[in-house]
């Protein structure tokens, strides 16, 4: 770990006990953290139970709990202005207008039904991950809740993937989310070093072990995006539709040869939405073979083309950030690999940068993009990092 990720953690770690200790009178007893992600390569294959290959970030969330008086679940959230939320963990979910209370709310409801009663709790929630960037900072603060919770009321049995599926249960029947599995995961599960492959289907992971000359940089684009308002969920049901069609359980199982022999008169759109899916499992499976041994122009290779996948067939891709994915690209060559990275509709670019270009890559960027947010532009240098754990 380098110096400024522990700075960072610390503040994280220092921002969520002092919200604690001005809400509820006392120091926090335990600290969960876990990180948010960015995806390589693998974009909206998870929810057709294909491949992805994301890696955890050195961005995250902290809780901060202890034990409450009562049997209620108090939560203050740093992030907005030390905003609070009280209710029964174990009454029926009732629905907030605010997205974060949903997923306090969400997280609780999901545990509960799992392993029954859950007791009160006091707790404070701080986070770094941008928001609205397309880094998961939903699925960080999911996982952290989680954590927290099992690790504070001791309940055992539950698996990193156990966590990843509540809070992904969370997102979809509490925060009104259609996500798959791929950020929860993720962020449970992730190795230090490494990208995490998972086979959405069986949810086998496998970590990839990262280059150490190839960096990961995180472009924000300044357009901002909101997952529960985007076409999201219509995709979702594009891809669904295009199963059907093909009969198969889900696009997993629709070869690149049926794609196209039994295409029909299957309606244009929903074609290409499943010829993405299709094309990208593939992509993912030849990425997550070839990345730990340094084939970094074959790299390039696919993250072009999954990035022009997104943008023609699947339609998730705005045109500053194909800009951007196009100039970096230019610059790279077949030396490094960048592409959209995340559910699409605004967010960031992910390159991986061989250490030497890392600063000529950031200075193009600084030079030529202009954000259409108005704001300086955001790089990240992340690391691959491990996923969720007590701190
Ligand atoms: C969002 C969702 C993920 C995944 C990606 C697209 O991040 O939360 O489950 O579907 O979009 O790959």
Same mark, same amino acid.
């Given at each position: 770990?380098?110096?400024?990720?522990?700075q960072?953690?610390?503040?994280?770690?220092?921002?969520?006990?002092?919200?604690?200790e001005?809400?509820?009178?006392?120091?926090?007893?335990?600290?969960?953290?876990?990180?948010?992600?960015?995806?390589?390569?693998?974009?909206?294959?998870?929810?057709?139970?294909?491949?992805?290959?994301?890696?955890?970030?050195?961005?995250?969330?902290?809780?901060?709990?202890g034990?409450?008086?009562?049997?209620?679940?108090?939560?203050?959230?740093?992030?907005?202005?030390?905003?609070?939320?009280?209710?029964d963990?174990?009454?029926?979910?009732?629905?907030?207008?605010?997205?974060?209370?949903?997923?306090?709310?969400?997280?609780?409801?999901?545990?509960?039904?799992?392993?029954?009663?859950?007791?009160?709790?006091?707790?404070?929630?701080?986070?770094?991950?941008?928001?609205?960037?397309?880094?998961?900072?939903?699925?960080?603060?999911?996982?952290?809740?989680?954590?927290?919770?099992?690790?504070?009321?001791?309940?055992?049995?539950?698996?990193?993937?156990?966590?990843?599926?509540?809070?992904?249960?969370? %997102?979809? @029947?509490?925060?009104?989310? &259609?996500?798959? =599995?791929?950020?929860?995961?993720?962020? $449970? +599960?992730?190795?230090?070093?490494?990208?995490?492959?998972?086979?959405?289907?069986?949810?086998?992971?496998?970590?990839?072990?990262?280059?150490?000359?190839?960096?990961?940089?995180?472009?924000?684009?300044?357009?901002?995006?909101?997952?529960?308002?985007?076409?999201?969920?219509?995709?979702?049901?594009?891809?669904?539709?295009?199963?059907?069609?093909?009969?198969?359980?889900?696009?997993?199982?629709?070869?690149?040869?049926?794609?196209?022999?039994?295409?029909?008169?299957?309606?244009?759109?929903?074609?290409?939405?499943a010829?993405?899916?299709?094309? %990208?499992? @593939?992509?993912?499976?030849? &990425?997550?073979? =070839?990345?730990?041994?340094?084939?970094? $122009? +074959?790299?390039?290779e696919?993250?072009?083309?999954?990035?022009?996948?997104?943008?023609?067939?699947?339609?998730?891709?705005?045109?500053?950030?194909?800009?951007?994915?196009?100039?970096?690209?230019?610059?790279?060559?077949?030396?490094?690999?960048?592409?959209?990275?995340?559910?699409?509709?605004?967010?960031?670019?992910?390159?991986?940068?061989p250490?030497?270009?890392?600063?000529?890559?950031?200075?193009?960027?600084?030079?030529?993009?202009?954000?259409?947010?108005?704001?300086?532009?955001?790089?990240?240098?992340?690391?691959?990092?491990?996923?969720?754990?007590?701190?």
């Amino acid at each position: 770990m380098d110096r400024e990720n522990v700075q960072r953690r610390a503040d994280l770690v220092a921002r969520a006990a002092r919200s604690f200790e001005i809400m509820f009178g006392e120091a926090p007893a335990i600290f969960a953290y876990a990180p948010g992600r960015v995806n390589l390569i693998g974009e909206h294959t998870d929810y057709n139970d294909g491949f992805v290959l994301p890696c955890a970030i050195d961005y995250g969330t902290v809780v901060a709990i202890g034990p409450a008086a009562s049997d209620q679940l108090c939560a203050v959230a740093s992030d907005y202005g030390d905003d609070c939320d009280a209710f029964d963990p174990n009454a029926i979910f009732v629905s907030q207008k605010t997205e974060w209370k949903n997923h306090v709310r969400g997280i609780a409801a999901s545990l509960a039904a799992r392993t029954g009663m859950i007791q009160g709790a006091n707790l404070a929630i701080a986070g770094n991950v941008p928001q609205g960037a397309g880094l998961s900072s939903s699925a960080s603060m999911g996982v952290a809740l989680a954590k927290a919770l099992v690790e504070h009321q001791q309940i055992t049995g539950l698996s990193a993937t156990d966590l990843a599926l509540i809070a992904q249960q969370s %997102e979809n @029947a509490y925060v009104g989310t &259609a996500c798959g =599995i791929m950020d929860q995961l993720v962020s $449970a +599960k992730a190795e230090a070093g490494a990208a995490l492959l998972i086979d959405c289907r069986t949810l086998d992971t496998m970590p990839v072990y990262m280059p150490e000359d190839l960096i990961m940089l995180v472009i924000h684009s300044g357009i901002e995006r909101q997952l529960a308002d985007s076409p999201f969920n219509q995709r979702r049901a594009e891809c669904e539709q295009a199963a059907k069609y093909y009969d198969v359980p889900t696009l997993r199982h629709l070869t690149e040869d049926r794609l196209i022999a039994d295409r029909g008169e299957l309606d244009d759109v929903v074609f290409r939405r499943a010829q993405h899916v299709v094309t %990208e499992i @593939a992509r993912t499976e030849i &990425a997550a073979n =070839i990345l730990s041994n340094g084939d970094i $122009a +074959k790299l390039s290779e696919l993250m072009r083309q999954s990035h022009l996948s997104l943008r023609d067939d699947f339609e998730v891709t705005m045109p500053a950030i194909d800009d951007l994915v196009a100039m970096i690209g230019k610059h790279l060559g077949s030396r490094g690999g960048v592409r959209m990275t995340g559910g699409g509709f605004g967010g960031c670019v992910v390159a991986l940068v061989p250490k030497d270009q890392v600063q000529s890559v950031m200075d193009l960027v600084t030079a030529n993009y202009d954000p259409p947010d108005g704001r300086p532009v955001r790089i990240f240098q992340c690391l691959p990092s491990s996923g969720a754990r007590i701190i």
